[in-house]
């Protein structure tokens, strides 16, 4: 039976996680195995409990307790549930809950590069992606269009932030993805599995995303840079393709999530 708990005191600390927590407070690098994320909506917090993610606990509208949540708190035994209408939540939050529903869960362990890699054919490579927008349009785009994978550099922004995890839908918990820990070696690691890489990058001696070679390739990594600058130039050299979306109307380029989303549906095994 779920254990609901009606908010009286704002300031009670077990609300901090929703209330007062910053993303950073919530990773808490120094204790990892109590870190946190928060999951949001019921599609989203059911994919995270499909996924294996554990629940700490639960902030809801009451009428979601026995309507939209109420098949989701049948899974979790008594995780306190914190209730209220949907003024008081926002009155604590500060934003509008996405259906009304959010939950903090342990963050699960990180698989190792080669784990994530295993079997795979197609994968992403997110070098230095900051916007938690992109990162989660990026995994919604990868669940879609058959990438089998997500690496991520760690400069970048983290795929279990809340918005991210709204965005991406809940996909971030559908394809495995890890950080990447060598930062300079990269490239070679992936040489390493199998893996060819193509380095999306608007260059003279780019070739076309079209290019029967690309598709042709057995394990192929698309790598992605971030916002603005795009991929480091001694990325884009230890790469070993350098590919471009052909353009139009004088657009130079595209925002790093539409460019995901062309490139995984060109590049991806049907």
Not at 152 to 173: E, H, I, K, N, Q
């Amino acid at each position: 039976m779920p254990n609901i708990i009606e908010i009286t005191d704002f300031s009670a600390p077990e609300l901090d996680i929703y209330a007062r927590l910053s993303e950073g407070q919530l990773l808490n690098r120094a204790d990892p195995e109590n870190a946190l994320f928060i999951a949001e909506s019921p599609n989203v917090i059911e994919r995270a409990l499909n996924a294996g993610c554990v629940p700490v606990s639960f902030l809801m509208e009451h009428k979601h307790v026995e309507g939209k949540g109420r098949e989701i708190l049948a899974r979790c035994g008594d995780v306190p549930v914190y209730a209220a209408e949907l003024e008081v939540l926002i009155q604590l939050t500060g934003f509008h809950l996405t259906r009304g529903m959010l939950c903090a869960m342990r963050r699960p362990k990180l698989p190792s590069v080669e784990e994530v890699c295993a079997g795979a054919r197609r994968i992403a490579v997110l070098e230095n992606v900051m916007n938690p927008t992109n990162i989660g349009a990026i995994f919604r785009s990868a669940a879609a269009l058959n990438m089998d994978a997500v690496l991520l550099t760690s400069a970048g922004s983290d795929p279990l932030y809340r918005r991210a995890v709204r965005v991406s839908m809940g996909t971030v918990f559908q394809v495995p993805w890890t950080f990447l820990e060598d930062e300079n070696s990269w490239p070679e690691r992936l040489h390493a599995l199998g893996f060819k890489t193509a380095a999306m990058a608007l260059r003279e001696d780019s070739v076309r995303l079209d290019d029967p070679r690309l598709l042709a390739e057995e394990k192929l990594a698309i790598v992605l840079g971030t916002e603005g600058d795009g991929l480091a130039a001694d990325t884009i050299a230890h790469c070993d393709y350098t590919v471009r979306i052909p353009m139009s109307h004088g657009v130079d380029s595209l925002n790093v999530a539409a460019a995901s989303a062309v490139a995984f549906y060109q590049l991806g095994l049907k």
